[in-house]
């Protein structure tokens, strides 16, 4: 025993490759997923609230590259690089693919839209509950549904209605929901085109994808909002690509920081910050992709059911409300009291919309796809 212990600490068993961890549910991406939505929700309240709004710890120390919102929205886009990309090479077919998509993303949605709306403008308008026999609150809710078509840009009276909550956004996060569906048809796009096999096709546009919008912006001008999001979205395509040789652990997490910290002075002495946003990128998904490799098996809830979604889409009409309701506080109040609202409805936006709509969705294609293993090219 002795003799293995000392072999084991010889030779430390290597961390399990990304393609084994992402292959089951024994992995941590759901608890990334669902740090990174709690993230989002202390970067609103901290900039929201009504005694002392102002920028959170984490932003005053990134900026002015990025902040903390923007990492954890980062973090997400590149996680769902990943499940995208593999959901597409499981199974090439354009319409259980956009089933598929439109399944996780709709039904949540729709539901958590209706609400809002509902409760927003019986309580938080002059007219009350005949306001909702007006169009203004039905087309707020059914377009944001479909994401407006994917329109590059949306009107800005398309996300309020007027008198409600004080003509303010009723849910300003919804923003990113765009980009994905533009990014899930991106992926259908590139899988459709494919002429080489399916692993290394996907390989090699996420590449061409990647440098042409860092590159040459005017390639992808029209469809890219963001260049940087594109960019970790494609990452994500990549990493899947790899991901059955690709393994990540605490050794490339210190590896990050390292070079995090070496090009500390020279970007203390020609910018404003000594950090970089390629730096903190590269650190933020790093140990994403470390922990959500991770088994976990003190967190088996958390890894079978996926809050953060729900916790995403709530967030914002919560806090807007939350601010109407409540005496003034500041942001640790606001966060607290929007955390104790939006846990317990993210739960039940899970249980009872998004895992029945996602379980019934597998019965259906299970039900006309024919019999036959799918494995990736």
Known sequence: MAASLTATMAHPPQARTLESAIGTHDNGFNLVRLVCALLVVLYHTWLMNRLAPGRDPLTLLLAPNTDLGAIAVGVFFVISGMFIARSWMGDPHLGRFAVRRAARIVPGLFACLLLSTVVAVVFFSAPGWRGLFDGAPWRFIFGNTVLHGLVYNIPPQELRIAGVLGGQDLNGPLWTLYWEGRMYVMVALVGLAAALPLRSWMRGAALFLLLAANLFPEVTSGY????????????????QTLAPDLRIGWRHVACAVALLLLNWTRSAALTPSPLTWFGIALVAVTLALCVGSRRLPW???????DYSYGIYIWHWPVIIMLREVLPPVGPVGLTLATVAVVVPVAMLSWHAVESPALRATRRWLGSRQPQRERVPA
């Not at 967190?299 to 059911?305: E, F, I, T």
């Open 224 to 239: 890219v909002w963001e260049v940087r999001m594109w960019s970790l979205f494609l990452v994500g395509m990549l990493l």
């Open 299 to 305: 967190a088996p809830h958390v890894q079978r059911h």
